[in-house]
């Protein structure tokens, strides 16, 4: 089976259409795995969430998904990100709410635990350090765990020997999923934050336990007019053009 696994597409359709596009390019994926964050920041929630519920899915919660519902307070979003979240909620039907409201907070996929922060914390915890990432491997107990939220693509390894490294997750070179036990973050599809605007995402061959990121560019002055017709503050617009 081949999946396409998405993270924090943050409702952002121009990124999101040209991630489809280019999953079709490459013959296709029998299942999508979203780590959360369908909406939050961008221009387009209703549209994206739509889509993603045609596809054959498996989705978990993000923070900005349960933000959006009220399901999570806004005191610990920064105001921009606080505002954008408020707004969400104004253009959400209720059929949306429902679906958010639905999503849980962790998924299993055979060799795979399925969540958006951390298997710790599946919400809100960042893994950036190899320190939080050796205690949380202690928190599933599959081989694999997919991750998304710091929007950056990173792959966090542990040894036979319970050694811990990190690597960066770079684009077309494939990684192969063997003995050691792994956190893998496919980075961003709506804003990517390593620096690279261009949109993050992975396809998973699990015939041959293969995963590859791939980065593709997509139109973001699309998504920057669109945001900037909905009034959404500007550091958020600007922000895309940089990938941070």
Same mark, same amino acid.
């Given at each position: 089976m081949r999946c396409a696994i998405i993270a924090d597409i943050h409702a952002n359709l121009a990124a999101f259409s040209t991630v489809l596009a280019d999953i079709k390019q490459r013959g296709g994926v029998d299942e999508?795995?979203?780590?959360?964050?369908?909406?939050?920041?961008?221009? !387009?929630?209703? =549209?994206?969430? @739509?889509?993603l519920r045609r596809l054959e899915n498996v989705c978990i919660a993000g923070n900005h998904d349960w933000a959006a519902i009220g399901k999570l307070s806004l005191s610990e979003f920064n105001p921009d990100a606080a505002?954008?979240? #408020?707004?969400?909620? @104004?253009?959400?039907?209720? @059929?949306?709410v429902v679906y958010l409201d639905g999503l849980p907070e962790v998924a299993e996929k055979g060799d795979f635990t399925l969540v958006h922060?951390?298997? #710790? =914390?599946?919400?809100? @915890?960042?893994?950036? %350090?190899?320190?939080?990432? #050796?205690?949380?491997?202690?928190?599933? %107990?599959?081989?694999?765990?997919?991750?998304?939220?710091?929007?950056v693509p %990173?792959?966090? #390894?542990?040894?036979?020997?319970? !050694?811990?490294?990190?690597?960066?997750?770079s684009a077309n070179v494939g990684l192969a999923l063997g003995k050691s036990r792994l956190i893998i973050n496919p980075g961003s599809v709506g804003q990517p934050r390593d620096g690279d605007t261009r949109v993050s995402y992975a396809i998973l061959d699990d015939e041959i336990m293969m995963l590859r990121l791939y980065r593709v560019p997509y139109d973001i002055s699309l998504t920057q007019a669109r945001m900037v017709k909905h009034n959404l503050p500007m550091r958020l617009v600007s922000r895309l053009s940089r990938g941070i």
């Open positions: 999508v795995w979203c780590l959360g964050d369908i909406v939050g920041y961008g221009p !387009d929630p209703c =549209q994206c969430i @739509e889509i505002y954008a979240c #408020r707004w969400t909620a @104004e253009q959400l039907s209720a @059929e949306d922060g951390s298997p #710790r =914390q599946p919400i809100w @915890e960042y893994l950036l %350090s190899i320190g939080s990432a #050796r205690e949380n491997f202690a928190y599933f %107990s599959s081989q694999f765990c997919l991750v998304g939220h710091s929007h %990173s792959i966090f #390894r542990r040894t036979e020997t319970g !050694d811990c490294s990190f690597s960066p997750f």
